[in-house]
């Protein structure tokens, strides 16, 4: 399955089996998808050139919101599907434009939308924007932290006191995405992470990725988070189910969130870890994966999602979860965090 809008996007027989013979017993009718991208080109300069995120590998240059939801509905057969989205997080971002594309792709598709902030408006301005584009949060970035060296970048910098005082008041989301090259494994970074709960207690600290913990060195202490009680961790991307039991045995399953974290989970392969490193291995080539060229060795990869769903699985399995608490991850707990936010406008359910 190819189209005008998504040409990188292919579903073929290897993904088509992984989804009958393994997931589709597993997966319930109703998917929240708590984590994605929609966005126009013209939006980024650098999505059309070299990439200025290394952290964000670029799969597409646009990712318009009907090519999302082309995708959400091919890879999940016969199930109900609700997205939580947000633009691209390049520096050079148009705010406005961006942010403005992707309250449009949630209106016209059921969704909702995050808003990436301005490092430099007030709480009040971050608070009528949010309010006035219909968006339940903020999807902050370190990228846009330009006074330090990116690898120097603390939660501090990256979440302002604005934005935190902001998310407090109006009990928004706040997208987080841990910087810094030791990811949930650099004490700097857990201390962020409480700083930021403890001063915005009626947000929902949301914890992208679990932290960047792709892999089981990643963790570090982050699993001694699981006290906070705003704090909701999300695996987009997470493809090792030892890290996902981890947070299955340690966390209130009632605040863990599933996500894809499209476009990127649309590219075929595996993310792995070797020896303390992130490894993206692909079956197209890219400058920030690993790739064998084709020849004699046939390499066969479904979609980075259906690796998420696959570690998931097994990790399920192990911690014994029950089809409800299942249903929990994949779709109520989600849910239940929009409607709390949209409880506080006095909008329906």
Same mark, same amino acid.
């Given at each position: 399955?190819?189209?005008?809008?998504? %040409?990188?996007?292919?579903?073929?027989?290897? @993904?088509?089996?992984?989804?009958?013979?393994?997931?589709?017993?597993?997966?319930?009718? @109703?998917?929240?998808?708590?984590?994605?991208?929609?966005?126009?080109?013209?939006?980024?300069?650098?999505?059309?050139?070299?990439?200025?995120?290394?952290? #964000? %590998?670029?799969?597409?240059?646009?990712? /318009?919101?009907? *090519?999302? *939801?082309?995708?959400?509905?091919?890879?999940?057969?016969?199930?109900?599907?609700?997205?939580?989205?947000?633009?691209?997080?390049? *520096?050079?971002?148009?705010?406005?434009?961006?942010?403005?594309?992707?309250?449009?792709?949630?209106?016209?598709?059921?969704?909702?939308?995050?808003? +990436?902030?301005?490092?430099?408006?007030? *709480?009040?301005?971050?608070?009528?924007?949010?309010?006035?584009?219909?968006?339940?949060?903020?999807?902050?970035?370190?990228?846009?932290? !330009?006074n330090k060296p990116p690898a120097e970048v603390t939660l501090e910098d990256m979440v302002t006191p604005a934005m935190r005082e902001a998310a407090d008041r109006g009990?928004?989301?706040?997208?987080?995405?841990?910087?810094?090259?030791?990811?949930?494994?650099?004490?700097?970074?857990?201390?962020?992470?409480?700083?930021?709960?403890?001063?915005?207690?009626?947000?929902?600290?949301?914890?992208?990725?679990?932290?960047?913990?792709?892999? /089981?060195?990643? +963790?570090?202490?982050?699993?001694?988070?699981?006290?906070? %009680?705003?704090?909701?961790?999300?695996?987009?991307?997470? #493809?090792?189910?030892?890290?996902?039991?981890?947070?299955?045995?340690?966390?209130?399953?009632?605040?863990?969130?599933?996500?894809?974290?499209?476009? +990127?989970?649309?590219?075929?392969?595996?993310?792995?870890?070797?020896?303390? #490193?992130?490894?993206?291995?692909?079956?197209?080539?890219? !400058?920030?994966?690993?790739?064998?060229? /084709?020849?004699?060795?046939?390499?066969?990869?479904?979609?980075?999602?259906?690796?998420?769903?696959?570690?998931?699985?097994?990790?399920?399995?192990?911690?014994?979860?029950?089809?409800?608490?299942?249903?929990?991850?994949?779709?109520?707990?989600? #849910?239940?965090? +929009?409607?709390?936010?949209?409880?506080?406008?006095?909008?329906?359910?």
């Amino acid at each position: 399955m190819m189209s005008e809008l998504n %040409p990188n996007f292919v579903y073929d027989d290897i @993904d088509r089996e992984v989804w009958q013979s393994e997931l589709d017993a597993f997966v319930p009718t @109703d998917v929240f998808d708590f984590h994605g991208h929609v966005y126009l080109a013209r939006f980024a300069p650098s999505k059309t050139g070299p990439s200025r995120n290394p952290s #964000q %590998p670029r799969v597409v240059d646009e990712y /318009p919101h009907e *090519a999302f *939801a082309g995708v959400e509905s091919r890879i999940w057969p016969g199930r109900r599907v609700k997205a939580l989205v947000f633009s691209t997080v390049a *520096a050079d971002l148009d705010l406005e434009a961006g942010n403005a594309y992707a309250a449009e792709g949630a209106r016209t598709n059921g969704w909702h939308a995050l808003m +990436v902030p301005s490092m430099t408006d007030d *709480a009040d301005t971050i608070l009528g924007k949010v309010r006035a584009g219909g968006f339940l949060g903020l999807k902050p970035y370190y990228t846009f932290v !330009t006074n330090k060296p990116p690898a120097e970048v603390t939660l501090e910098d990256m979440v302002t006191p604005a934005m935190r005082e902001a998310a407090d008041r109006g009990r928004l989301i706040v997208m987080t995405h841990i910087p810094r090259p030791g990811r949930l494994a650099d004490p700097v970074n857990i201390r962020g992470i409480r700083r930021l709960c403890r001063d915005a207690p009626n947000a929902k600290i949301i914890l992208a990725h679990f932290g960047r913990s792709y892999f /089981p060195e990643a +963790v570090g202490d982050g699993l001694s988070l699981h006290d906070i %009680p705003n704090l909701y961790p999300e695996l987009s991307m997470v #493809q090792d189910w030892e890290v996902i039991e981890a947070v299955l045995n340690h966390f209130d399953r009632k605040r863990i969130l599933f996500g894809l974290d499209l476009p +990127v989970a649309q590219e075929k392969g595996k993310l792995i870890g070797i020896n303390g #490193q992130r490894h993206f291995f692909t079956k197209r080539p890219h !400058t920030w994966s690993a790739h064998v060229e /084709p020849g004699s060795y046939e390499v066969k990869c479904t979609l980075f999602a259906y690796e998420m769903v696959r570690a998931l699985k097994k990790a399920s399995e192990r911690a014994r979860l029950s089809r409800a608490e299942i249903a929990d991850i994949f779709f109520h707990n989600a #849910q239940r965090a +929009v409607d709390d936010v949209l409880r506080q406008e006095g909008e329906p359910r």
